[in-house]
């Protein structure tokens, strides 16, 4: 089971896009509800968003909502996090994880983390 992240530039000047994705092998993640993790040294992981396995729901952060999109292809195993209007603050290492349910996962209930992705936002 492996989770694979990737990312289209990791270093973006405030107010840029940046878009990561999370690609599934080993399993198929249209069962389960996935959801995208962030992390700065010293603090705890936060959750930024999350996607149900239809893709039909969606849930984000206060801090991230309106400027960040999540979405899913299930036909290609991938989950997307669109980042838009990106501001210093959003600067942290990105994760995608799920606990192989339907159900949002939080912090706790994880079971398998995505390698961790580095986004860096300074100009």
């Known amino acids: 089971l492996r989770f694979s992240s990737g990312v289209w530039g990791g270093l973006v000047q405030p107010g840029g896009s940046l878009r990561l994705s999370c690609a599934a092998s080993g399993f198929t993640l249209d069962r389960f509800a996935i959801g995208w993790f962030r992390q700065v040294p010293g603090k705890e992981r936060e959750g930024v968003s999350c996607?149900?396995?239809?893709?039909?729901?969606?849930v984000y952060a206060s801090s991230v909502k309106g400027r960040f999109t999540i979405s899913r292809d299930n036909a290609k195993n991938t989950v997307y996090l669109q980042m838009k209007s990106l501001k210093p603050e959003d600067t942290a290492v990105y994760y995608c994880a799920t606990d192989y349910t339907r159900r949002c996962p939080t912090r706790d209930s994880v079971d398998y983390w995505g390698e961790g992705t580095l986004v860096t936002v300074s100009s």
């Open positions: 996607i149900s396995s239809n893709g039909d729901s969606t």
